[in-house]
Structure formats: structure tokens, C-alpha cells
């Protein structure tokens, strides 16, 4: 089994060594991998370039749910399988997809070769293999990756830091929901969309019971103000919220676009934070990736 391996060198798991963990990892399977370490700006190219290259079995991301993503989008909708070796802070994608993030297990995975078709989402042709959000999230995404860039701030500590500034300037947006030929005029500090449903509870806070459903999921809570804000956050997570009065919520649907006044948002797509031109345009794409998990999966 031939694979080509991407590590995003901008990333927290490009450590001097990574290379050779990674190789090690492999060591004693049948497996054949070639380790790429690719700058930042060039991840896509890479990527790309991988998914059409003949004689290769799999395509495997080494890094968070941003590189992952990165790599998803690059064989979506072919016969390419993607592998992951999870090396990012959270993993979410990983974890929801049964993948351990211990490296040699997770090598394992990608040596036994066993594949399953799971969803993707798009966010205006952006795919994301996670969530996309539109609001505070995104705001705090941004300044997380300023005191990244400018002050050399590890990641949990940026954005801790970016979280309460974030909090402090809060604001709401006055947004459109089309769903289904049908609209609702909202006015939320945050817009989440999820790939698959997403538990809100307070033990499976942020998890999916599955990623091959076919369906998007989509909460706006409805608050104006900080401290409402936080009121419904709060019973949202301990299951107490009124549905109709504190939440938008829309489970098991295909696509919705969302419209605003503003020509642009800042929108948040596993992580990352870009400018999009308004309507945004949401899709479900069931089916489209070619993930190798554990057998049990």
C-alpha cells in the first residue's frame, strides 16, 4: 500500500522530528508512505497534486481538523481514500470518525485499508468536513490567529484571550434563513451549521453520533444582548432551553442559504476564519469522501 503523507509545516505538528515519527509509525506494516512537509500557502497544490497521482493508495493528512479539511476537499467526490493521523489540538473529525489518535493505532488503521463513505458540507463551493459558523466565532478565530501571527501565542492561550475580547465587543447580526422554499428573519451573535447533527448537551457537547446521514444541522441562538446571550448558551447546554423562544434550530435538512444586508461575512469553516460574499450557500455532500477507519466502524 503506497501512501503520500501531508504535514502542514505552519501547523503545531510540524516538530523537528515529525518526520520520523511518522515513518515510524509505519514501521513493521504494509505500508509504503512518503512524508511531504508543505508549506502553508501551497497545502491545496499539494493536496491536489496527490489525489491524481497514479499508483497511490491513499492520500493521509498528519494534523488538526485544518489540514484534514484541506486534504477532504482535495478528494472529494473521486476514488482517492483520505487517512488520518491525528496530530492537531482537538481531532474533532477524527474522534466522530472512530479514529484514535494514537499515531501507531492510527497508522494501523490506514494499513488495514478498510474505507467507508462519509459527508462533506460546503459553504460557498468551501468544503468543511466539521462546522462553519458566522458571528462571534469567526471574530474570535481572527484574533486568535493575530496574537498567533504577531505575538507568538500558543493556540489554547490565543484563544482564550481572543474569546474574551471577542465577548466584550458583542454584537449580533440581523440574518435571513431560507430553507426549503421557506424564511425566517433572525437576529443571533452566532450562526452554526453543522456537517451531521451535532449534540448541544452537556455530555456530548460538540459530537456527532454520526458523519454519514446526509444532513446538515443548523442553531442561531436567538439573543440581542451579552447577558441573554449567555442565559440561553448556558440552559442550551444543560437541556433546558425553550426551542422556539431561545433557539433556531433545523436538523436533517440538505441545503439553506443565508442572506444579509451586508454584501460579505466573516465566516469560520473548521477553524479558520475568511471573507464570503453574501448569500451564503450551504450543501450537504452525501457520501462524497472516501475515509479509511477502523473496521469496527
Known amino acids: 500500500m503506497k501512501v503520500r503523507i501531508i504535514v502542514n509545516r505552519g501547523g503545531g505538528s510540524a516538530t523537528p522530528d515529525v518526520e520520523e ?29 496527490v489525489a491524481k497521482e497514479a499508483g497511490v493508495d491513499a492520500l493521509v493528512a498528519a494534523g488538526g481538523d485544518g489540514t484534514i479539511s484541506t486534504a477532504a476537499a482535495a478528494v472529494a467526490g473521486t476514488d482517492m481514500a483520505l487517512g488520518i493521523l491525528p496530530m492537531g489540538t482537538l481531532n474533532h473529525f477524527a474522534r466522530d470518525a472512530g479514529i484514535p489518535t494514537d499515531l501507531r493505532q492510527a497508522a494501523e488503521v490506514i494499513a488495514g485499508g478498510h474505507t467507508k463513505q462519509v459527508d462533506l458540507a460546503e459553504v460557498n463551493g468551501r468544503i468543511f468536513v466539521n462546522n462553519s459558523a458566522v458571528g462571534l466565532y469567526p471574530r474570535m478565530v481572527r484574533r486568535r490567529e493575530a496574537q498567533q501571527e504577531h505575538l ?26 431560507r430553507v426549503e422554499g421557506r424564511q425566517e428573519p433572525i437576529e443571533t451573535p452566532l450562526l452554526f451549521v453543522g456537517n451531521n447533527r451535532y449534540a448541544m448537551s452537556l455530555m456530548g457537547l460538540g459530537k456527532r453520533d454520526a458523519i454519514d446521514r446526509g444532513e ?51 465566516v469560520a469553516t473548521d477553524g479558520e476564519a475568511q471573507t464570503m460574499e453574501t448569500p451564503l450557500c450551504y450543501r450537504i455532500r452525501a457520501g462524497a469522501l472516501k475515509l479509511i477507519v477502523p473496521e469496527a466502524a
Open 21 to 49: 515519527r511518522l515513518k515510524a509509525a509505519f514501521e513493521g506494516l504494509d505500508v509504503e508512505p512518503e512524508v511531504r512537509l508543505v508549506e502553508p500557502h501551497e497545502l491545496d497544490r499539494h493536496c491536489s497534486d
Open 152 to 177: 507568538g501565542r500558543g493556540k489554547r492561550f490565543a484563544m482564550l484571550v481572543a474569546s474574551l475580547r471577542t465577548l466584550r465587543h458583542f454584537s449580533s447580526d440581523r440574518l435571513t434563513i
Open 216 to 266: 446538515l444541522c443548523l442553531y442561531a441562538p436567538l439573543a440581542k444582548g451579552r447577558l441573554r446571550f449567555f442565559s440561553v448558551a448556558l440552559r442550551g447546554i444543560i437541556g433546558r432551553t425553550d426551542r422556539q423562544a431561545d433557539f433556531v434550530s433545523l436538523d436533517g435538512i440538505a441545503s439553506a442559504e443565508i442572506h444579509s444586508r451586508r454584501p460579505a461575512l466573516l
